[in-house]
């Protein structure tokens, strides 16, 4: 599939697990954005949350970490991340979901923000796509950032770009193709749905 999509223009891949990282650094010359999801009892922060996962991504040939950088009780400051993304000799990519999160990974050293945790944390808005507010809110405050979360159409990938974006991750609507028939077959039924009453009544 990394293939696949550099084949198709991707300049870059965003992917998880240490395993994928690996595979994905041996197959495709783009940059990769490495990250890994742990889940702890600890806490809710769960992309790359500690300076071992930072070093194995890493060591598993990322050019870019993504963590968690939101305010939520976390098991390892995001200062601290960012210096161990650094050491690595690595770009630090923030996932943040407001711009107060976004400004102080910025303040700490980080690289480029994404708003990849934005409907994601208890106190962030929740859309069905990607949240264009936000994107509008980090261009004012002239936080760099790249647009990730629910970015379903070309349509909203170009709007991403006019809101102020750097680039933009597409997820779920090329890699999921599960999802991607799910909404195909929910819309369809949804009309067909809706259809049918007024046939009914003709």
């Known amino acids: 599939m990394a293939e696949a999509v550099v084949a198709g223009g991707a300049s870059a891949i965003r992917t998880e697990g ?3 990282v690996r595979a994905i650094r041996a197959r495709v010359p783009v940059p990769i954005i490495g990250l890994v ?7 809710d ?11 194995d991504i890493a060591a598993a040939g990322a050019d870019i970490i993504a ?13 601290r991340l960012i210096d161990a993304v650094h050491r690595q000799g690595r770009l630090a990519m923030a996932d943040i979901s407001t711009v107060g999160e976004a400004k ?3 303040a700490a050293g980080a690289d480029v923000m994404s708003t990849t945790m934005a409907g994601y944390t208890s106190y962030s808005q929740s ?10 809110a980090l261009n004012r405050a002239g936080i760099p950032f790249a647009a990730e979360g629910r970015v ?18 597409v997820g779920s609507a090329i890699t999921r193709p599960t999802v ?3 909404r195909f077959a929910e819309g369809i039924a949804a009309r067909t749905h809706a259809a049918a009453p007024r046939k009914a009544l003709s």
């Not at 999801?37 to 806490?43: G, L, M, Q, V």
């Not at 939520?72 to 200062?79: C, D, F, T």
């Not at 859309?127 to 509008?136: S, V, Y």
């Open 18 to 20: 240490l395993a994928n």
């Open 37 to 43: 999801k742990r889940h702890r009892p600890d806490t």
């Open 45 to 55: 922060v769960y992309i790359t949350p500690t300076i071992e996962d930072v070093n």
């Open 67 to 79: 963590f968690d950088a939101t305010a939520r009780p976390r098991p390892v400051p995001v200062a």
């Open 104 to 106: 102080s990974a910025l």
């Open 127 to 136: 859309d069905a796509g990607p949240d264009f507010a936000l994107m509008q």
């Open 152 to 169: 379903w159409t070309l349509a909203e990938g170009l709007k991403c770009f006019d809101l102020g974006a750097s680039f933009i991750v």
């Open 180 to 182: 991607i028939t799910q």
